[in-house]
């Protein structure tokens, strides 16, 4: 359920940084998360949905997701390895004195403004 809060949050964040730039015309916000985050990407886009209908800048503005792979660190071997396959232990020497390096974050990646809002066009990359 923590979705509806990182929703909150990312809504938020988008408004705010499209009003402070004078955007008025969000096509797409891509968020990305970390595969170990627990997050659920169909919660996010019914979130979304719901939620960005409360913010006139963002009504109808599209979400895209995409996951980062969580890889983790073993200190003993200095190696980097994908934790979802051999979790806490390192597969190259046996290890358990790891940390998760990466995978367990959220982030707005990118803003898609309409035409209109840019010289060009394009991406806002906050």
């Known amino acids: 359920m923590h979705e509806l809060g990182l929703v909150n949050y990312a809504v938020k964040e988008v408004d705010k940084f499209a009003k402070e730039r004078g955007i008025t015309n969000i096509k797409t916000v891509t968020l990305e998360f970390g595969e170990v985050s627990g997050i659920i990407s169909s919660y996010l886009y019914n979130y979304w ?3 960005t209908k409360k913010y006139h800048l963002l009504e109808g503005t599209k979400l895209r ?3 980062i792979p ?9 190696i980097t390895y994908n934790t ?3 979790g806490k232990t390192c ?7 790891t940390w998760l390096l990466r995978g367990n974050e959220m982030r707005i990646k990118s803003i898609e403004v309409d035409d209109g809002d840019l010289e060009a066009g394009g991406e806002y990359r906050p």
Not at 91 to 97: E, K, V, Y
């Open 65 to 67: 997701c995409e996951e």
């Open 91 to 97: 597969p190259h020497c046996g290890s358990g004195n």
């Open 84 to 86: 979802v396959t051999y």
């Open 49 to 51: 949905d719901w939620y």
């Open 70 to 78: 969580a890889v983790t660190w073993c200190d003993d071997c200095k």
